[in-house]
Nanobody
Framework: QLVESGGGLVQPGGSLRLSCAAS????????MRWYHQAPGKERDLLAT????????NYADSVRGRFTISRDNAKNTVYLQMNSLKPEDTAVYYC???????????????WGQGTQVTVSS
């Protein structure tokens, strides 16, 4: 199970930190991702972090503004979002996955999402 928190209303240029708490599986064995989905649009991948936290990757739209991190002792992954823009308004989801034998990432768990609204 994954449970996101930390969403809310923030002004343009502001910051938010999202959290995603995991339970019921071996969190430290899973790659973690953050996605967002705006109304009427597809769900977009924002950031990925490896199981150890040693490597991260970002979508061009958030690179330099968002930071993904994880605390395996707390079974939690975070998304620090800075310099927020109105176009960042969306529901934010975390997901957990593992690589299969063909080195494809299979997402096994999804959170329920948390709303982020960037508006003045």
């Amino acid at each position: 199970q994954l449970v996101e928190s930390g969403g809310g209303l923030v002004q343009p240029g502001g910051s938010l930190r999202l959290s995603c708490a995991a339970s019921g599986f071996t969190f430290s064995s899973y790659v973690m991702r953050w996605y967002h989905q705006a109304p009427g649009k597809e769900r977009d991948l924002l950031a990925t972090i490896t199981s150890t936290g040693g490597s991260t990757n970002y979508a061009d739209s958030v690179r330099g503004r968002f930071t993904i991190s994880r605390d395996n002792a707390k079974n939690t992954v975070y998304l620090q979002m800075n310099s927020l823009k109105p176009e960042d308004t969306a529901v934010y989801y975390c997901a957990a996955g593992r690589f299969d034998v063909n080195v494809n990432l299979r997402l096994d768990y999804w959170g329920q999402g948390t709303q982020v609204t960037v508006s003045s």
